[in-house]
């Protein structure tokens, strides 16, 4: 068993890492099992200091690590760049709010003392996905470690290079032995670790279905999830809002990663009345992307991760138009070499539709007519998934009406969704449970205890 890391725009292997048999496996969930009494016990500003140097780390060799990001998985290089200061920001936040938000809480009760006090878990095993490789894991290694517990990583089978990259970040920056480690395993073997007595908690970012299998399996085992899984996040254009910065905006919420993104806007759901205006805009920006090499600076739409999904893709668009969905451009492959797709939009997707139903996860913009603020409402409400949203209006308190009646975990008005270290982050339906961020992420994965003294 190996893992072959292939460069998705050129189709290239650039290298093939040995995977690991069991006595690997078993011989790294030993060394985190050792670590953690140790770690669990360390000062909390040790730990704290531990993370600013990975903070640091990640600033010192980010042109290296976001190489490795845009060339192992496509991302356009300066969104590889920014996905490295990202992460970098997220540790710096739980080493400067750590402490705060683990602090002791004093509760009047009948006692003489009494308190809620917030301790390690143990060891937790993160499943996480390849479209944005360094920050899905540092979002959940920067507030578990901080915390207090270990971390072990299986990261998905075609980024095998920036799993390696990420444990070694952590171990420049001076961690001890077996507080992180990337298991190099396949998915079939998720199941055994999950089921370890080592591992005391389970997070998985990725699709639906794995996220069922996961719980299933750590529920089977009274082991703590936080699922974050799909999303198809409605991006609402009511007839006020300002056009121009409206369309720019979702260019950029559409095609950044091209398109792959569980928080990228997926439903364009446009009031009618300004449907032809908003769309004629949109489509010329849409057109204007270039398919390119990820690493020039005049490219502006990366490849697809890899062609098999490139092909998925496709074959949902392909089915949506004979459904009766309008291709207003694009809705194919690029021609030649490389896991690229054009920018596209689909418009007249009604229900029933594929790309109705599914999430279409790359450069594609679904877009569905509404008769009003009500009919749009219902539409974005009528989904499955429940991660994000967006509401674009003039009116910021009439946006923040409809923010409170959307179904997800997060809205923004007039402007793009995004995740931010000082806010939660996560879904509802099937878009998972639990939290990333925030205090409410860095709780998760904590006992929280209360002690009482009379």
Same mark, same amino acid.
């Given at each position: 068993m190996a893992f072959t890391s292939i460069n998705p725009a050129t189709g290239e292997a650039l290298e093939n890492i040995p995977g690991w048999g069991s006595d690997e496996l078993q011989r790294a969930l030993a060394q985190v099992a050792a670590a953690t009494p140790g770690w669990a016990s360390s000062p909390l500003q040790q730990r704290c200091t531990l993370m600013r140097r990975a903070a640091s780390v990640l600033r010192d060799r980010r042109d290296e690590l976001a190489r490795i990001i845009t060339t192992e998985m496509g991302k356009l290089f300066r969104e590889a760049c920014a996905e490295v200061d990202k992460c970098a920001l997220v540790c710096d936040h739980y080493a400067d709010n750590g402490p705060r938000y683990l602090a002791d809480e004093l509760i009047n009760s009948d006692a003489g003392k009494s308190c809620v006090t917030h301790q390690p878990l143990g060891t937790v095993l993160a499943v996480m996905p390849w479209n944005f490789p360094f920050w899905q894991v540092f979002r959940f290694a920067a507030p578990t470690l901080t915390a207090g517990n270990t971390g072990v990583l299986k990261h998905a089978s075609n980024v095998p290079r920036c799993a390696l990259a990420i444990e070694s970040v952590? @171990?420049?920056? +001076?961690?001890?032995? /077996?507080?992180? @480690?990337?298991? $190099? =395993?396949?998915?079939?073997? !998720?199941?055994?670790? =999950?089921?370890?007595?080592? =591992?005391?908690? !389970?997070? $998985?970012? +990725?699709?639906?279905?794995? +996220?069922? @299998? !996961?719980?299933?399996?750590? /529920?089977?085992? $009274?082991k703590k999830t936080v699922l974050e899984l799909g999303g198809s996040d409605p991006f609402i254009v009511l007839e006020d809002c300002e056009l121009e910065s409206t369309v720019r905006e979702a260019v950029a919420s559409r095609f950044l990663n091209a398109g792959q993104s569980c928080i990228a806007a997926k439903r364009f759901i446009l009031v009618e009345s300004v449907a032809a205006s908003f769309l004629e805009k949109f489509r010329s920006a849409v057109e204007s992307l270039q398919p390119g090499d990820p690493m020039l600076s005049s490219t502006t739409l990366a490849p697809m991760a890899r062609c098999d999904l490139r092909d998925e893709l496709h074959r949902q668009v392909i089915d949506s138009i004979e459904q009766g969905a309008i291709p207003l451009t694009g809705c194919a492959p690029v021609e030649g070499s490389g896991a690229f797709y054009q920018a596209s939009i689909l418009d007249r997707v009604e229900p029933g539709m594929r790309a109705y139903e599914e999430e279409l996860f790359g450069p594609v913009a679904t877009v569905i007519r509404a008769r009003d603020e009500n009919e749009a409402m219902e539409i974005a409400n009528s989904s499955r998934f429940g991660l994000g949203g967006s509401i674009w209006t003039a009116d910021s308190s009439r946006g923040e009406r409809l923010a409170r009646e959307l179904q997800a975990g997060c809205c923004f008005v007039n402007g793009m969704v995004k995740s931010d270290p000082r806010l939660p982050f996560g879904g509802i339906k099937a878009s998972g449970y639990g939290r990333e961020l925030s205090w409410q992420g860095m709780l998760e994965f904590v006992n929280t205890k209360t002690i009482w003294i009379k």
């Open positions: 952590f @171990r420049e920056a +001076g961690f001890p032995d /077996g507080v992180f @480690r990337t298991l $190099l =395993i396949e998915a079939a073997q !998720v199941e055994e670790v =999950i089921k370890d007595p080592r =591992i005391h908690a !389970v997070t $998985l970012t +990725g699709s639906e279905p794995a +996220g069922r @299998r !996961v719980a299933a399996v750590a /529920g089977a085992a $009274l």
